[in-house]
């Protein structure tokens, strides 16, 4: 079972002004790996596979005269199986090196909470700033299979408790949730 911060960037389809900056979070959700097992094929090859779910947030961030603030939503929980192939570079060391591939198969299902989204206070948007309609939010649910590419490493306590990091990249093609602005 594993717990951990999840960083998700985002990609805008137009670029908005700089005094309202468009990006994530910067790892404000967290996810749950609830099932991860490892089967050693040889002393170098292992498999894994493992069950995560997380919440996507979508946000805008605003800043006025070195004050900021955000607004978003939680629109869609993801679940995602992952299976994959992983090496072991120091076999018979206490050091853990594993870098690893496979793919997930991923499950995006919307959260059914709406978006309150055109309540933005005004200590944190910039004086200029004016909604020319209002804002929409949308969440997508959808079934994909995403690749995943790793590296864990870390130490090996007694050769029984292991204190280590797991980064993974995912590379997903499907749009999971969107929040759309128009304004001057």
């Known amino acids: 079972m594993g717990y951990g911060p999840t960083y ?16 994530d979070d910067s790892g404000n959700d967290w996810y749950f790996t609830f099932i991860k097992y490892e089967h050693k094929i040889n002393k170098n090859l292992l498999i894994s596979c493992s ?9 805008f961030h605003f800043y006025k ?52 989204c055109n309540d933005i206070s005004n200590g944190i948007k910039p004086d200029d700033f004016e909604l020319l309609k209002e804002i929409d939010a949308y969440a997508y649910s959808n079934t994909q299979i995403v ?19 797991d980064i993974q990249q995912v590379f997903g093609f499907k749009t999971i949730q969107e929040l759309r602005m128009s304004y001057t």
């Open 8 to 23: 998700i960037t985002d990609k805008e389809k137009v670029k908005l002004h700089p005094d309202v900056l468009g990006k």
């Open 51 to 59: 069950y995560s779910k997380y919440l996507i947030s979508t946000y």
């Open 65 to 116: 005269k070195n004050e900021g603030g955000s607004f978003g939503w939680a629109g869609t929980n993801v679940k995602r199986f992952d299976m994959g192939m992983t090496y072991n570079i120091f076999p018979k060391s206490k050091f853990i090196l594993h870098p690893n591939v496979g793919f997930g198969l991923q499950k995006s299902i919307p959260t059914g909470h709406g978006c309150i």
């Open 147 to 165: 690749p995943v590419v790793g590296l864990k490493f870390g130490y090996a306590f007694w050769n029984r408790l292991e204190l280590f990091m």
